[in-house]
T-cell receptor
C-alpha cells in the first residue's frame, strides 16, 4: 500500500529565507505527484504537478522536483514571505489507480515577518 | 465563474441523524471525489465517481453513501452508521477520471465542516 510521508509536520522560518519541504513515498509506481496548498479552514489549491517522466516543475518562486527511484520529492520556496504561511500537502497518483490521490499529512509552514 | 461549490460551509448534526453535503461543479469534469480531513490525519478518500451513474468506494466508505445522477453534482450523505462523523469534508473534481492524463489535477471545493452535537 502506498504511503506518503511529510516530515517535519510544522516549520517556522524568518521572512526571506529559501526553504525546502520534503515528501517521500513508498511505491515508485506513480503516475504523477502534486503539491497542494491549504489555508486554514479552506480547500486545497494545486501548486505544481509533476508527471512521472519529468524531474521538476517551476511556477514563480516555487520549484518542485521528483526522484521516482528514491521515492522523494521536494518543494523549494524561494525568498519566503508571510503570505506563504499555510499547510503544504504532497499527493501521488498511483499507476492504474484511476486518478485516486494518496496524500501525505502535510507540513504547516509559518513565515515570520 | 467556473469552479466547485460546497454547501453548507458549517453543518451541525445530532446523533442518529443523516445529513447530506452538497457538491456542485461547472467545470464539465467527469470525475468527482469526496475526502475527509481530520487534524493530523491528512485527507482520506471516502467515495469517488469517474462517470455519471457510477461510483466506487474509497478507503473509508463505511457509514457514507453517495449518488451521481448528474455530471455536475455528487452529494454525500453521512448516515447514523458513521460513528465519528465530526470532520472537515472536501469535494474535488478532475477532467478525466479514467487513466490519468497530462496535467490532470484535481480541483477542490472550499469544504464543509460537520460537527456532531
Amino acid at each position: 500500500k502506498q504511503e506518503v510521508t511529510q516530515i517535519p509536520a510544522a516549520l517556522s522560518v524568518p521572512e526571506g529565507e529559501n526553504l525546502v519541504l520534503n515528501c517521500s513515498f513508498t511505491d515508485s509506481a506513480i503516475y504523477n505527484l502534486q503539491w497542494f496548498r491549504q489555508d486554514p479552514g479552506k480547500g486545497l489549491t494545486s501548486l505544481l504537478l509533476i508527471q512521472s517522466s519529468q524531474r521538476e516543475q517551476t511556477s514563480g518562486r516555487l520549484n518542485a522536483s521528483l526522484d521516482k527511484s528514491s521515492g522523494r520529492s521536494t518543494l523549494y520556496i524561494a525568498a519566503s514571505q508571510p503570505g506563504d504561511s499555510a499547510t503544504y500537502l504532497c499527493a501521488v497518483t498511483i499507476t492504474g489507480a484511476n486518478s485516486k490521490l494518496t496524500f501525505g499529512k502535510g507540513i504547516t509552514l509559518s513565515v515570520r515577518p | 465563474d467556473g469552479g466547485i461549490t460546497q454547501s453548507p460551509k458549517y453543518l451541525f448534526r445530532k446523533e442518529g441523524q443523516n445529513v447530506t453535503l452538497s457538491c456542485e461543479q461547472n467545470l464539465n469534469h467527469d470525475a468527482m471525489y469526496w475526502y475527509r480531513q481530520d487534524p493530523g490525519q491528512g485527507l482520506r478518500l471516502i467515495y469517488y465517481s469517474q462517470i455519471v451513474n457510477d461510483f466506487q468506494k474509497g478507503d473509508i466508505a463505511e457509514g457514507y453513501s453517495v449518488s451521481r445522477e448528474k455530471k455536475e453534482s455528487f452529494p454525500l450523505t453521512v448516515t447514523s452508521a458513521q460513528k465519528n462523523p465530526t470532520a472537515f469534508y472536501l469535494c474535488a473534481s478532475a477532467r478525466n477520471g479514467g487513466l490519468p492524463t497530462l496535467a490532470d489535477t484535481q480541483y477542490f471545493g472550499p469544504g464543509t465542516r460537520l460537527t456532531v452535537l
